[in-house]
Nanobody, 127 residues
């Protein structure tokens, strides 16, 4: 059974940092696109970052709202994907989800292209 489990969320002050983890079980990350999404109350789900295996290396993508502040990475040996979040802002407050789909081209930030989802982890940025 394919499962994704996020962890690492919490309360942090503006300007602080958090690192989210997404542990995969039942499959390896090799050959899968992985992405992070977030959803704040009353808003639509937003694609934050994505990672896809490509020609022996990993390609990464970011939304404009987090570019240069967030970094996605993966450890295939540990079947874990990370989202390092720096310079956090109150508007980053949301439930963060990781998602996966078998590689079928470039990773996207569209939720409809992912088949497997974690349960989410809450990130709150507040003083």
């Amino acid at each position: 059974q394919l499962q994704l489990v996020e962890s690492g969320g919490g309360l942090v002050q503006p300007g602080g940092s958090l690192r989210l983890s997404c542990a995969a079980s039942g499959f390896t990350l090799i050959g899968y696109n992985i992405a992070w999404f977030r959803q704040a109350p009353g808003t639509e789900q937003e694609g934050v970052s994505a990672s896809s295996p490509y020609s022996g290396r990993t390609a990464t993508y970011y939304s404009d709202s987090v570019k240069d502040r967030f970094t996605i990475s993966r450890d295939n040996a540990k079947s874990t994907v990370y989202l390092q979040m720096n310079s956090l802002k109150p508007e980053d407050t949301a439930v963060y989800y990781c998602a996966a789909s078998r590689y079928n081209g470039r990773a996207t930030l569209s939720p409809s292209t992912y088949d497997y989802w974690g349960q989410g982890t809450q990130v709150t940025v507040s003083s």
